[in-house]
């Protein structure tokens, strides 16, 4: 119990340091936010940093333990909640646009879809990626609506193209999306 304490406080630390180092390295972010991930006995499996440049880029950065390896898929779905341990209260994938789901979709994405996330063999996994799907600003694709948002993962790989959630599976972590 102390080593995944531990682990879960480096966890945090890496966090806090993604998001500083993302904010240096903009320069000009304007805004940002976090959800820290829990699966669904409400134990703390990771942590995400967003954060948007004067660009309107949104930079994802998403860091987990204590999580079955391989590959997950891993979205922002269109309510603020997370009860466990289905997480069926996040609703559906974020789509204010309408679109299908899928990045390889020639008819999507959706606004919340992400690339998958890859887990180690030591239960420990690592997204950095960007998103102009979204924003943190006010706007149609904000992230702070008045149903407010949350990100999942789910227990296997998004296919990138079918409806509506890329064949990825049950939902194994969510967080919800706060300002910071």
């Known amino acids: 119990m102390k080593l995944i304490k531990a682990g879960l ?12 180092t993302t904010v240096s390295a903009q320069g000009s972010a304007t805004y940002s936010a ?6 669904a006995k409400n134990n703390t ?3 995400a ?9 949104v930079y994802v950065n998403v860091v987990v333990s204590v999580m079955k390896p391989g590959l997950h898929g891993i979205h922002i779905h269109e309510k ?14 974020d789509n204010p646009l309408g679109k299908e789901h899928g990045l390889k979709n020639t008819k999507g994405p959706h606004a919340g879809d992400l690339p998958n996330l890859e887990v180690g063999t030591d239960g420990k996994g690592y997204l950095s990626t960007t998103t102009k799907l979204v ?12 149903n407010g948002t949350a990100l999942v993962i789910h227990a296997g790989p ?9 064949n990825s599976g049950a939902r194994v972590a969510c967080g919800v999306i706060e300002k910071r």
């Open 9 to 20: 406080v480096l966890l945090m630390v890496i966090a806090i340091f993604m998001m500083a």
């Open 49 to 57: 940093s967003f954060t948007q440049d004067a660009h309107d880029l």
């Open 80 to 93: 603020g909640t997370c009860i466990g341990p289905s997480f069926t209260s996040a609703g559906e994938h």
């Open 135 to 146: 924003t943190l600003s006010p706007g149609p694709t904000t992230l702070f609506g008045s």
């Open 34 to 39: 976090v959800a820290f991930l829990k699966d």
């Open 158 to 166: 998004d296919d990138q193209m079918s409806n509506p959630a890329g």
């Open 45 to 47: 499996v990771g942590v």
